[in-house]
Nanobody, 118 residues
Framework: QVQLVESGGGLVQTGDSLILSCAAS????????MAWFRQAPGKERERVAR???????TYTESVKGRFNITRDNAKNTVYLQMNSLRPEDTAVYYC????????????WGQGTQVTVSS
């Protein structure tokens, strides 16, 4: 069982920066693929960024060049640095983990709200 706890959301203005953190339980964090998803009201959940166990990262097109996902295996934590925030980035952001025995992200955090005012 893996528990994920996000933190760092809040209300910011357009152009501001914010960093989200996701702390994971377990002793095998380095073996989890990690990702950040978001869901805005009335929209489907989308994957924003992911980072593999080999620290290979991918981003959805709308955040490329603005967001950066990193991981610290010593702290069992994954981060999402968000720069140049826009109102369309407003959403609940979720941290997710995919363990080695799963093809899908099988553990999720409770979510943290990010609101960007114009």
């Amino acid at each position: 069982q893996v528990q994920l706890v996000e933190s760092g959301g809040g209300l910011v203005q357009t152009g501001d920066s914010l960093i989200l953190s996701c702390a994971a339980s377990g002793r095998t964090f380095s073996r989890y693929a990690m990702a950040w998803f978001r869901q805005a009201p009335g929209k489907e959940r989308e994957r924003v960024a992911r980072i593999s166990t080999l620290v290979i990262t991918t981003y959805t097109e709308s955040v490329k060049g603005r967001f950066n996902i990193t991981r610290d295996n010593a702290k069992n934590t994954v981060y999402l640095q968000m720069n140049s925030l826009r109102p369309e980035d407003t959403a609940v952001y979720y941290c997710a983990a995919r363990t080695m025995d799963s093809r899908e992200y099988n553990y999720w955090g409770q979510g943290t709200q990010v609101t960007v005012s114009s």
